[in-house]
Protein backbone atom coordinates (compact mmCIF):
# COMPACT_ATOMS: atom_id res chain seq x y z
CA UNK A 1 0.00 0.00 0.00
CA UNK A 2 2.97 2.66 -0.99
CA UNK A 3 0.34 4.70 -3.05
CA UNK A 4 -2.63 6.23 -1.98
CA UNK A 5 -5.64 4.19 -1.93
CA UNK A 6 -8.76 5.65 -3.54
CA UNK A 7 -12.49 4.50 -3.38
CA UNK A 8 -11.59 4.67 -7.72
CA UNK A 9 -9.62 1.53 -6.36
CA UNK A 10 -12.67 -0.56 -5.06
CA UNK A 11 -13.01 -3.80 -7.13
CA UNK A 12 -16.24 -3.84 -8.78
CA UNK A 13 -18.89 -5.13 -6.24
CA UNK A 14 -22.00 -6.15 -8.56
CA UNK A 15 -23.57 -8.95 -7.04
CA UNK A 16 -22.68 -8.72 -3.96
CA UNK A 17 -25.13 -7.95 -0.94
CA UNK A 18 -23.84 -5.74 2.30
CA UNK A 19 -25.55 -4.17 5.42
CA UNK A 20 -24.04 -1.35 6.77
CA UNK A 21 -25.03 -0.40 10.55
CA UNK A 22 -24.67 3.50 11.33
CA UNK A 23 -25.38 4.36 7.67
CA UNK A 24 -27.87 7.72 8.62
CA UNK A 25 -24.53 9.13 8.29
CA UNK A 26 -20.81 9.76 8.41
CA UNK A 27 -18.66 6.90 8.16
CA UNK A 28 -21.52 4.89 7.75
CA UNK A 29 -22.79 6.62 5.12
CA UNK A 30 -20.40 7.25 3.24
CA UNK A 31 -19.09 3.17 3.23
CA UNK A 32 -22.12 3.09 2.05
CA UNK A 33 -22.39 5.47 -0.88
CA UNK A 34 -18.95 4.35 -1.98
CA UNK A 35 -20.41 0.52 -2.02
CA UNK A 36 -23.39 1.54 -3.75
CA UNK A 37 -20.75 3.03 -6.17
CA UNK A 38 -18.90 -0.06 -7.07
CA UNK A 39 -22.30 -1.94 -7.51
CA UNK A 40 -22.77 -3.25 -4.51
CA UNK A 41 -26.37 -3.72 -3.21
CA UNK A 42 -26.66 -2.19 -0.05
CA UNK A 43 -28.81 -2.31 2.71
CA UNK A 44 -28.86 0.85 5.15
CA UNK A 45 -29.23 -0.53 8.46
CA UNK A 46 -30.63 2.43 10.76
CA UNK A 47 -32.09 3.22 14.23
CA UNK A 48 -33.71 6.48 13.27
CA UNK A 49 -36.07 6.35 10.70
CA UNK A 50 -36.40 10.38 9.55
CA UNK A 51 -32.68 10.11 9.36
CA UNK A 52 -32.52 7.27 7.63
CA UNK A 53 -34.72 8.79 4.69
CA UNK A 54 -32.67 11.13 4.28
CA UNK A 55 -29.70 9.17 4.07
CA UNK A 56 -31.26 7.20 1.15
CA UNK A 57 -31.97 10.25 -0.57
CA UNK A 58 -28.45 11.79 -0.11
CA UNK A 59 -27.09 8.24 -1.18
CA UNK A 60 -29.19 8.25 -4.25
CA UNK A 61 -28.48 11.70 -5.48
CA UNK A 62 -25.24 10.61 -5.55
CA UNK A 63 -25.63 7.51 -7.07
CA UNK A 64 -28.86 7.48 -9.00
CA UNK A 65 -28.07 3.96 -10.19
CA UNK A 66 -27.58 2.91 -6.55
CA UNK A 67 -29.30 -0.40 -5.55
CA UNK A 68 -29.96 0.50 -1.89
CA UNK A 69 -32.70 -0.07 0.41
CA UNK A 70 -33.31 0.69 4.01
CA UNK A 71 -34.36 -1.38 7.01
CA UNK A 72 -34.57 -0.37 10.91
CA UNK A 73 -31.70 -1.88 13.54
CA UNK A 74 -31.65 -0.42 16.90
CA UNK A 75 -28.34 -2.34 18.31
CA UNK A 76 -29.29 -1.02 22.05
CA UNK A 77 -32.59 -3.84 21.66
CA UNK A 78 -31.50 -7.49 21.30
CA UNK A 79 -35.52 -7.70 19.84
CA UNK A 80 -34.68 -5.13 17.36
CA UNK A 81 -31.24 -7.45 16.02
CA UNK A 82 -33.34 -9.64 16.69
CA UNK A 83 -36.10 -8.92 13.98
CA UNK A 84 -33.71 -7.16 11.42
CA UNK A 85 -31.72 -10.74 11.07
CA UNK A 86 -35.11 -12.23 10.66
CA UNK A 87 -36.65 -9.96 8.44
CA UNK A 88 -33.07 -10.33 6.06
CA UNK A 89 -32.96 -13.78 6.16
CA UNK A 90 -36.81 -13.79 4.81
CA UNK A 91 -35.47 -11.72 2.10
CA UNK A 92 -31.76 -12.99 0.91
CA UNK A 93 -30.11 -16.47 1.10
CA UNK A 94 -26.24 -14.91 0.95
CA UNK A 95 -24.30 -12.08 2.71
CA UNK A 96 -20.82 -10.76 0.98
CA UNK A 97 -20.23 -8.06 3.39
CA UNK A 98 -21.22 -7.07 6.81
CA UNK A 99 -20.05 -3.95 8.23
CA UNK A 100 -20.33 -3.29 12.01
CA UNK A 101 -20.16 0.08 11.62
CA UNK A 102 -22.64 2.16 14.43
CA UNK A 103 -21.75 3.34 17.61
CA UNK A 104 -22.16 5.50 20.58
CA UNK A 105 -19.52 7.78 21.74
CA UNK A 106 -18.95 9.40 25.01
CA UNK A 107 -22.67 9.78 26.50
CA UNK A 108 -23.83 10.23 29.87
CA UNK A 109 -24.18 6.77 32.11
CA UNK A 110 -27.50 5.09 30.26
CA UNK A 111 -28.95 1.59 30.00
CA UNK A 112 -30.25 -0.43 26.75
CA UNK A 113 -33.39 -1.91 26.41
CA UNK A 114 -31.76 -4.97 27.81
CA UNK A 115 -29.82 -2.98 30.67
CA UNK A 116 -26.47 -2.82 29.18
CA UNK A 117 -24.51 -0.14 29.59
CA UNK A 118 -25.09 1.74 26.72
CA UNK A 119 -21.44 1.87 25.28
CA UNK A 120 -20.70 -1.43 25.33
CA UNK A 121 -23.99 -2.60 24.57
CA UNK A 122 -24.57 -1.06 21.25
CA UNK A 123 -20.62 -0.72 20.15
CA UNK A 124 -20.33 -4.38 20.86
CA UNK A 125 -23.20 -6.48 22.61
CA UNK A 126 -25.36 -5.24 19.30
CA UNK A 127 -23.05 -6.13 16.87
CA UNK A 128 -21.92 -9.79 18.70
CA UNK A 129 -25.21 -10.74 18.40
CA UNK A 130 -26.17 -9.07 14.49
CA UNK A 131 -22.82 -11.09 13.84
CA UNK A 132 -24.30 -14.63 15.20
CA UNK A 133 -27.72 -14.05 13.82
CA UNK A 134 -26.03 -13.38 10.44
CA UNK A 135 -23.25 -15.91 10.02
CA UNK A 136 -24.70 -18.82 8.76
CA UNK A 137 -25.63 -16.51 6.05
CA UNK A 138 -21.66 -15.20 5.43
CA UNK A 139 -19.97 -18.89 5.64
CA UNK A 140 -22.51 -20.06 2.96
CA UNK A 141 -21.18 -17.00 0.81
CA UNK A 142 -17.88 -17.48 -0.98
CA UNK A 143 -15.33 -14.41 -0.22
CA UNK A 144 -17.73 -13.19 2.34
CA UNK A 145 -16.19 -10.54 5.26
CA UNK A 146 -16.91 -8.61 8.45
CA UNK A 147 -15.51 -5.52 9.32
CA UNK A 148 -15.37 -4.51 12.89
CA UNK A 149 -14.89 -0.49 13.44
CA UNK A 150 -12.69 -0.15 16.39
CA UNK A 151 -10.88 3.49 17.25
CA UNK A 152 -7.61 5.07 17.97
CA UNK A 153 -9.55 5.37 21.86
CA UNK A 154 -8.96 1.51 22.50
CA UNK A 155 -5.38 2.25 22.96
CA UNK A 156 -6.33 5.38 26.09
CA UNK A 157 -8.27 3.40 28.21
CA UNK A 158 -8.19 1.24 30.95
CA UNK A 159 -7.78 -2.52 30.75
CA UNK A 160 -11.04 -4.37 30.38
CA UNK A 161 -12.92 -4.98 33.35
CA UNK A 162 -14.77 -8.32 32.53
CA UNK A 163 -16.27 -8.60 35.59
CA UNK A 164 -17.81 -5.68 35.60
CA UNK A 165 -18.62 -5.30 31.72
CA UNK A 166 -21.41 -2.77 32.09
CA UNK A 167 -20.72 -0.62 34.69
CA UNK A 168 -22.90 -1.48 37.48
CA UNK A 169 -20.52 -1.74 40.12
CA UNK A 170 -19.81 2.19 39.72
CA UNK A 171 -16.72 4.30 38.32
CA UNK A 172 -17.91 5.31 34.76
CA UNK A 173 -16.40 7.57 33.37
CA UNK A 174 -17.91 8.29 30.18
CA UNK A 175 -14.68 8.49 28.02
CA UNK A 176 -12.93 5.04 29.92
CA UNK A 177 -16.48 3.33 28.52
CA UNK A 178 -16.13 4.11 25.25
CA UNK A 179 -12.20 2.92 24.60
CA UNK A 180 -13.21 -0.43 26.56
CA UNK A 181 -16.21 -0.95 24.06
CA UNK A 182 -13.37 -0.42 21.13
CA UNK A 183 -11.13 -2.73 22.98
CA UNK A 184 -14.15 -4.74 23.05
CA UNK A 185 -14.35 -4.40 19.29
CA UNK A 186 -10.90 -5.73 18.74
CA UNK A 187 -11.56 -8.69 21.06
CA UNK A 188 -13.95 -9.96 19.46
CA UNK A 189 -12.91 -9.13 15.79
CA UNK A 190 -9.59 -11.72 16.67
CA UNK A 191 -11.31 -14.27 18.57
CA UNK A 192 -14.03 -14.56 15.53
CA UNK A 193 -10.89 -14.55 13.52
CA UNK A 194 -9.43 -17.73 15.47
CA UNK A 195 -13.19 -19.44 15.64
CA UNK A 196 -13.72 -19.13 12.09
CA UNK A 197 -10.13 -20.59 11.13
CA UNK A 198 -10.50 -23.50 13.56
CA UNK A 199 -13.92 -23.72 11.42
CA UNK A 200 -11.74 -24.13 8.36
CA UNK A 201 -14.35 -21.19 7.45
CA UNK A 202 -13.46 -19.05 4.24
CA UNK A 203 -15.43 -16.06 5.80
CA UNK A 204 -12.17 -12.87 6.35
CA UNK A 205 -12.96 -10.70 9.13
CA UNK A 206 -10.96 -7.57 9.96
CA UNK A 207 -11.26 -4.18 11.87
CA UNK A 208 -10.64 -0.65 10.90
CA UNK A 209 -10.89 2.99 12.54
CA UNK A 210 -11.25 6.27 10.88
CA UNK A 211 -8.83 8.30 12.69
CA UNK A 212 -9.85 11.33 13.58
CA UNK A 213 -12.67 11.66 11.03
CA UNK A 214 -15.53 14.54 11.38
CA UNK A 215 -18.45 13.04 11.95
CA UNK A 216 -22.19 13.76 13.97
CA UNK A 217 -20.36 11.11 16.49
CA UNK A 218 -18.51 13.63 18.45
CA UNK A 219 -21.30 15.27 19.11
CA UNK A 220 -24.23 13.20 20.77
CA UNK A 221 -22.41 12.79 24.38
CA UNK A 222 -21.96 16.65 24.67
CA UNK A 223 -25.62 17.15 23.77
CA UNK A 224 -26.75 14.86 26.03
CA UNK A 225 -24.98 16.06 28.80
CA UNK A 226 -26.27 19.35 27.66
CA UNK A 227 -21.89 20.68 27.58
CA UNK A 228 -21.90 23.59 25.28
CA UNK A 229 -17.99 23.83 26.54
CA UNK A 230 -17.63 20.11 25.23
CA UNK A 231 -19.67 20.81 21.80
CA UNK A 232 -17.27 24.05 21.49
CA UNK A 233 -14.11 21.41 22.15
CA UNK A 234 -15.29 19.12 19.59
CA UNK A 235 -16.02 21.93 16.82
CA UNK A 236 -12.36 23.05 17.63
CA UNK A 237 -11.09 19.61 17.46
CA UNK A 238 -12.46 18.97 14.13
CA UNK A 239 -11.62 21.82 12.52
CA UNK A 240 -7.78 21.78 13.50
CA UNK A 241 -7.51 17.60 13.59
CA UNK A 242 -9.39 16.22 11.33
CA UNK A 243 -10.35 14.96 7.96
CA UNK A 244 -13.51 14.27 5.81
CA UNK A 245 -15.91 11.24 6.78
CA UNK A 246 -15.31 10.09 3.44
CA UNK A 247 -11.43 10.00 4.07
CA UNK A 248 -12.70 8.38 7.42
CA UNK A 249 -14.20 5.90 6.10
CA UNK A 250 -11.41 4.80 3.67
CA UNK A 251 -10.01 2.29 5.99
CA UNK A 252 -13.24 0.35 6.31
CA UNK A 253 -13.37 0.12 2.78
CA UNK A 254 -10.12 -0.59 2.10
CA UNK A 255 -10.52 -3.77 4.62
CA UNK A 256 -14.15 -4.61 2.88
CA UNK A 257 -12.81 -4.72 -0.79
CA UNK A 258 -9.15 -4.96 -0.99
CA UNK A 259 -7.61 -8.19 -2.51
CA UNK A 260 -4.68 -8.56 -0.31
CA UNK A 261 -6.67 -8.35 3.33
CA UNK A 262 -6.67 -11.01 5.51
CA UNK A 263 -8.23 -12.40 8.22
CA UNK A 264 -7.57 -10.54 11.97
CA UNK A 265 -5.67 -7.49 10.08
CA UNK A 266 -6.00 -3.93 11.33
CA UNK A 267 -6.71 -0.69 9.52
CA UNK A 268 -6.05 2.77 10.14
CA UNK A 269 -4.52 6.17 8.26
CA UNK A 270 -1.30 6.57 7.59
CA UNK A 271 -0.58 9.76 8.72
CA UNK A 272 0.87 11.32 11.95
CA UNK A 273 -0.39 9.72 15.02
CA UNK A 274 -3.13 7.39 12.72
CA UNK A 275 -5.28 10.24 13.10
CA UNK A 276 -5.69 11.29 8.99
CA UNK A 277 -4.63 9.77 5.52
CA UNK A 278 -4.96 7.07 3.23
CA UNK A 279 -5.60 3.51 4.78
CA UNK A 280 -2.73 1.10 5.90
CA UNK A 281 -2.75 -1.72 8.37
CA UNK A 282 -1.62 -0.62 11.78
CA UNK A 283 -1.12 -2.02 14.99
CA UNK A 284 -2.94 -2.00 18.41
CA UNK A 285 -2.52 -2.32 21.82
CA UNK A 286 -0.88 -6.18 22.84
CA UNK A 287 -4.02 -6.91 25.06
CA UNK A 288 -6.34 -6.26 22.27
CA UNK A 289 -4.54 -9.90 20.80
CA UNK A 290 -4.69 -11.32 24.01
CA UNK A 291 -6.70 -15.32 23.45
CA UNK A 292 -7.65 -15.41 27.00
CA UNK A 293 -9.18 -11.98 27.61
CA UNK A 294 -11.10 -12.17 24.31
CA UNK A 295 -12.38 -15.95 25.15
CA UNK A 296 -13.83 -15.11 28.01
CA UNK A 297 -15.37 -11.82 26.34
CA UNK A 298 -16.70 -14.38 23.86
CA UNK A 299 -18.64 -16.02 26.52
CA UNK A 300 -19.81 -13.51 28.89
CA UNK A 301 -20.95 -12.19 25.52
CA UNK A 302 -22.67 -15.23 24.59
CA UNK A 303 -24.82 -15.41 27.91
CA UNK A 304 -25.85 -11.91 27.78
CA UNK A 305 -27.31 -12.02 24.56
CA UNK A 306 -28.34 -15.14 24.06
CA UNK A 307 -26.45 -15.90 20.96
CA UNK A 308 -24.08 -18.91 20.84
CA UNK A 309 -21.89 -19.29 18.00
CA UNK A 310 -18.82 -20.75 16.23
Not at 81 to 99: E, N, P
Not at 169 to 181: C, F, H, I, L, R
Not at 245 to 268: N, Q, R
Request: proline fraction near 4%; aromatic fraction near 6%.
Amino acid sequence: MSDPWTIDQIPDQAGRIAIVTGASSGLGLETAIALATANATVILACRNPAKADDALAVLRSRVPSADARLMRLDLADLASVKAFAKAFSGAHQRLDLLINNAGVMAVPLSRTRDGFEMQIGTNHLGHFALTGLLIEHMLATENSRIVNLASLAHKWTRAMNLDDLNFEQGGYNKWDAYGKSKLANLLFTFELKRRLDRAKAQTIVSAAHPGYASTNLQFVGPQQAGSRISTAMMKMGNLLFSQSSTMGALPTLYAATAPDVHSGDYFGPDGFMQMRGSPRRVGCRGDARDEKSASRLWSISQELTGQIYL
